[in-house]
């Protein structure tokens, strides 16, 4: 069955970096956009970053933009969350998701992904 194990998270202090890694199992990865979110209590889960399933087009939540980069790797299945100059506002957690690049009609909307990540707790402290 299909599996996104994500990984990575941690505690950390302001102005600190994580990077979290999202491995995928079960699927053809490289037929496959992949997105992060993250959560926090009480809240709606919501967009961080998208990548499309070649790595050539990526998108950006406007709160993590020029902070966050998204990155794929087809050959080891697994997509990363590159994130700088953390914040306390960044503590979360964050999911991996994943749809069929032949149905992608947006990237910033959770229902539109398939398969979700377990979850991986950032936190960051100031």
């Known amino acids: 069955q299909v599996q996104l194990v994500a990984s990575g998270g941690d505690l950390v202090q302001a102005g600190g970096s994580l990077r979290l890694s999202c491995a995928a199992s079960?699927?053809?990865?490289?037929?496959?956009?992949m997105g992060w979110f993250r959560q926090i209590p009480g809240k709606e889960r919501d967009f961080i970053a998208g990548?499309?399933?070649?790595?050539?087009?990526?998108y950006y939540a406007d709160s993590v933009k020029g902070r966050f980069t998204i990155s794929r790797r087809n050959a080891e299945n697994t997509v990363y969350l590159q994130m700088n100059s953390l914040k306390p506002e960044d503590t979360a957690v964050y999911y991996c998701a994943a749809q069929l690049r032949y149905t992608t009609r947006d990237y910033y909307t959770a229902g539109e992904y398939r398969y979700w990540g377990q979850g991986t707790q950032v936190t960051v402290s100031s």
């Open positions: 990548i499309n399933w070649s790595g050539v087009s990526t």
């Open positions: 079960g699927l053809t990865f490289s037929n496959y956009d």
